[in-house]
């Protein structure tokens, strides 16, 4: 497994080679980037867009968190990381579209299901239950249908992009580019024990492999 040697002797054969083979690319995005995409992912280390999408730097803005959420639209006091990054995305770098990826083993979705973290402390696992909280309805409904199996997990992890894109469309400066074909939001998922990337479908709220 790489370790931080391991990384620098990663950015050693970057350097000498991708970097090289990039390097007009890289002179360009020295002087600003102009992403055509933002996508929301999980911070698992399993689940890089980069590679899942086979990008080249520059292409895509990017934010990972736990369980790929994003925050309802509010206004209250608090340091608002990803709202941050999504102003910045839809209004400054103004991409014309934005893509929640989720996807399989989801360790923040599992959290949610089981409440593993309830009445934790913070920095004992209180942080991830406050945070997997914005799935608590969605839970409910998962449990309600599908228990506490491996079916209701795969649920919840699909039920968690649809809460993100919900929680999107609070954000005023969303509705409004969506409503002017400005932009526009997909929901993903990626199944990592068989590589299949799934697209959802918003009108009948199904995943389907690509």
């Known amino acids: 497994m790489t370790d931080f040697s391991g990384l620098i002797e990663g950015y050693r054969r970057f350097k000498a080679n991708g970097w ?3 390097r007009e690319r890289w002179t360009q ?7 055509r ?9 399993r689940v890089d867009p980069t590679i899942i999408f086979d ?3 520059g292409e895509i803005f990017m934010v990972r968190n736990v369980a790929n959420m994003v925050p309802p639209f509010e206004t209250t006091a608090g340091l608002h990381g990803v709202s941050a990054a999504l102003e ?26 089981t409440r ?7 920095g004992q696992g209180g942080f991830i239950s406050d945070w997997m909280s914005m799935l608590d309805e969605a839970r409910d409904k998962v ?5 506490h199996g491996e079916e209701a997990v795969r649920a919840l992890e699909w039920e968690a992009v649809k809460v993100s894109i919900a929680n999107l469309r609070t954000f005023p400066c969303v509705p409004i580019r969506e409503q002017k074909g400005r932009l526009k939001i997909h929901g993903a998922y990626f199944a990592v024990a068989d590589g299949i990337l799934h697209l959802l479908d918003e009108e009948t709220g199904e995943f389907s492999p690509v």
């Open 88 to 113: 910045f995305a839809v209004t400054q770098l103004e991409v014309p579209e934005i893509v929640v990826l989720g996807h399989q083993s989801c360790g923040g979705c599992a959290a949610a299901l």
């Open 143 to 147: 449990v309600a249908e599908h228990g």
């Open 37 to 45: 995409l933002m996508v929301i992912a999980c911070s698992d280390s």
């Open 29 to 35: 995005l020295a002087s600003g980037q102009d992403p």
């Open 116 to 122: 593993r973290f309830e009445n934790a402390e913070k």
């Open 55 to 57: 990008t080249s730097p």
């Open 20 to 22: 090289k083979q990039q």
